[in-house]
C-alpha cells in the first residue's frame, strides 16, 4: 500500500474522516427527532467516532503532526450526487451512503493493518476495524427499517457499484477514501 509512504498526511486525513463521522451521525439526530428508536444508536455512534477523533488527534501529536485544514478529496461529493432528490429516495440513499463510506473506511483500516504489521499503529488499525465494521450495518438496519429489509439491500447493491467507480476514478490523494496503492 502506498499509502504507508504518505502516513501523515493519511493520519489527518483520517482524523477528519472521524470528525466527520460524529458530524454525520449528530446530523441525522437532529433530522430525524420523530424516529425515537434511532436517537440511542446515533448517539453511540456520534460518541464513538468522537473517541476515534481524540485517538488519532493523540497519534498526530506523538508524530508531532499538527492538527490543521485538510482539503477534502472529492469522494464524497461525487457519492452524494447519487443520493435521489425525493423523499423517501432521499432518506434511504443518505443512510446507504453513509453505510458505503463507513465500509469503505474499514476496508482501507484492513489494508493499513496489515501494510503496518507489528508496528503499534498496524495495532490501532486492527483495532478501530472491530468498530467500523459494526458502523457500516447500524446505517444499513436504519435504511431497511424506512423501506424494507429487500429494497435496502438491492439499492446498497446498487450503490456500492456506483461508490467502487467513484474511488476507483481518484485523483490518486494521500486520502483514506482515494486509491490505495
Ligand atoms: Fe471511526
Ligand atoms: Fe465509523
Not at 102 to 111: D, F, G, H, I, V
Not at 116 to 129: A, K, S, T, V
Not at 133 to 151: L, Q
Request: proline share 4%.
Amino acid at each position: 500500500v502506498a499509502a504507508v509512504d504518505h502516513l501523515d498526511e493519511i493520519l489527518l486525513d483520517h482524523a477528519h474522516c472521524e470528525k466527520k463521522a460524529a458530524a454525520t451521525a449528530v446530523k441525522l439526530i437532529f433530522l430525524h427527532q420523530d424516529r425515537a428508536e434511532w436517537m440511542a444508536p446515533l448517539s453511540a455512534l456520534a460518541r464513538e467516532e468522537l473517541e476515534h477523533f481524540e485517538q488519532v488527534l493523540a497519534i498526530l501529536q506523538e508524530r508531532g503532526i499538527a492538527f490543521e485544514r485538510l482539503s477534502p478529496s472529492p469522494y464524497a461529493r461525487r457519492l452524494h450526487k447519487h443520493i435521489r432528490d425525493k423523499e423517501p429516495g432521499r432518506l434511504i440513499d443518505g443512510l446507504l451512503v453513509a453505510s458505503l463510506i463507513e465500509a469503505r473506511s474499514c476496508e482501507r483500516m484492513k489494508l493499513l493493518a496489515a501494510a503496518l504489521g507489528d508496528q503499534p499503529l498496524g495495532d490501532f488499525y486492527r483495532e478501530l476495524l472491530a468498530c467500523e465494521a459494526r458502523h457500516h450495518t447500524i446505517y444499513v438496519d436504519m435504511a431497511a427499517s424506512v423501506c424494507g429489509r429487500d429494497e435496502a439491500e438491492a439499492r446498497l447493491a446498487e450503490l456500492a457499484v456506483q461508490e467502487a467507480q467513484v474511488v476507483a476514478r481518484g485523483p490518486k490523494l494521500a486520502r483514506l477514501h482515494a486509491p490505495f496503492g
